[in-house]
């Protein structure tokens, strides 16, 4: 027992005197001699370290450039303007008359014309009041005369109507045959006092408004 105590002290007295006869630098550069983990990645593979750097920046460009976009961007800036053309076009309006003078002069020989029961001003009325301008024509700004042409019987029945001008589509044509088989029983025409079967020319116009 005493000789394990007196090794053990001697061991230690040994240790006291290494450490006593070591100078501060060589202390220092044992020290020193214990490597980092960090260091050591670095030391060992530079080229490890090198990419994740590469890496690193990659990323950054690709947020910046992502935030960019978005605050650039016309679809988040700039809202659509169809609602206002819808708008536009439902804020409009036709409306349709009955231009005399510009129908052609009538070959019908005849003494009394046939006319609309009240005169040209009720035609007028009722074309206006009954005549609807066709929506896809409004959509389309699409306006003018359509001039047809009807035969009157010796009982003022309004009979082959027939539309003679140019076509300017979009059911105006279609509307305006429409108004006019709808027509109340005409004047007839009279030639030497009777009642003659008469060919009679109508321009209905249209107008937006």
Known sequence: MKRQIRSMALGLATIFVINACQTPEERA??????PVAEN??????????????TTSLQADES?????????????ASVPPRQDEVVLKK???????????????????KVEVMPSF?????????????????????????????????????ENGRIYRPNVVSDK???GLEEEALRVIKSMPQWNPGKLKGKNVKTTFTLPIVYQLI
């Open 29 to 34: 550069k044992e020290m020193n001699t214990q």
């Open 40 to 53: 050591a990645d670095a030391n060992n593979n530079p080229e490890a370290a090198a990419v994740d750097t």
């Open 63 to 75: 947020m910046l450039s992502a935030d960019s976009n978005t605050a650039t961007s016309p679809a």
């Open 90 to 108: 439902k804020a409009l309006k036709g409306r349709a008359s009955v231009d005399m003078k510009a129908a052609p002069a009538s070959g019908a």
């Open 117 to 153: 029961p009240g005169g040209e001003s009720s035609l007028n009325k009722f074309v206006e009041d009954n005549l609807q301008y066709p929506q896809q024509a409004i959509d389309n700004d699409v306006e003018g005369r359509v001039i047809v042409t009807f035969d009157v019987d």
């Open 168 to 170: 300017l589509g979009y």
